[in-house]
């Protein structure tokens, strides 16, 4: 019997998260594919420093990623 909480490096693959770009396993998957299950929207607002970076929602990221795409073509 496991007397510890599972950490990330004990269930494999992981993945980092597109909107924050944060390491989760596939029992921490989100409902969007590359994304974990946290709030994201609580999660930016809490990291004022790191909003150059961080996505609030999936919506936010794709038009991000497609404007990049559309840059780079």
């Given at each position: 019997m496991r007397l510890r909480k599972p950490h990330l490096k004990d269930t494999l693959?992981?993945?980092?998260?597109?909107?924050?770009?944060?390491p989760f396993c596939v029992?921490?998957?989100?409902?969007?594919?590359?994304?974990?299950?946290?709030?994201?929207?609580?999660?930016?607002?809490?990291?004022?420093?790191?909003q150059n970076y961080l996505y609030r929602t999936y919506e936010d990221w794709e038009k991000d990623y497609d404007q990049m795409m559309a840059e780079e073509v």
């Open positions: 693959p992981i993945q980092l998260c597109v909107l924050c770009n944060r029992d921490h998957k989100g409902k969007e594919d590359g994304v974990c299950e946290i709030n994201h929207e609580t999660y930016y607002r809490n990291h004022p420093a790191a």
